[in-house]
């Protein structure tokens, strides 16, 4: 088992940054691949950036591409998400999943944890 918990989502001007945070607990952090999504409100979740337990083959959304970066701390059990220059439409609650496969992926329903979410707020 693996508990997820997000942080650092807030409210913020269009072209402004964030960046979240998600610490893990439980089973061995440096083993799972982890994935970040995000779901507005009336719209279905999406996928929007994966790293793999290595810390390597980082793979983002088109929509984020340039703008978001994923990285992990396996000393800390942590996953981030810097977030740049964002928009108006990158307003959604934000969450951070785990899977044990390899490299990751962009469906969520190939991750077996996940957290609560974290709201990004952005304002135009």
């Known amino acids: 088992q693996v508990q997820l918990v997000e942080s650092g989502g807030g409210l913020v001007q269009a072209g402004g940054s964030l960046r979240l945070s998600c610490v893990a607990s439980?089973?061995?952090?440096?083993?799972?691949?982890m994935g970040w999504f995000r779901q507005a409100p009336g719209k279905e979740r999406e996928f929007v950036a994966s790293?793999?337990?290595?810390?390597?083959?980082?793979d983002y959304a088109d929509s984020v591409k340039g703008r978001f970066t994923i990285s992990r701390d396996n000393s800390k059990n942590t996953v981030y998400l810097q977030m740049n220059s964002l928009k108006p439409e990158d307003t959604a609650v934000y969450y951070c999943?785990?899977?044990?496969?390899?490299?990751?992926?962009?469906?969520?329903?190939?991750?077996?944890?996940w957290g609560q979410g974290t709201q990004v707020t952005v304002s135009s």
């Open positions: 439980g089973r061995t952090f440096s083993v799972y691949t």
């Open positions: 790293i793999s337990w290595r810390g390597g083959r980082p």
């Open positions: 999943a785990a899977t044990p496969r390899l490299y990751g992926s962009s469906r969520g329903g190939e991750y077996d944890y």
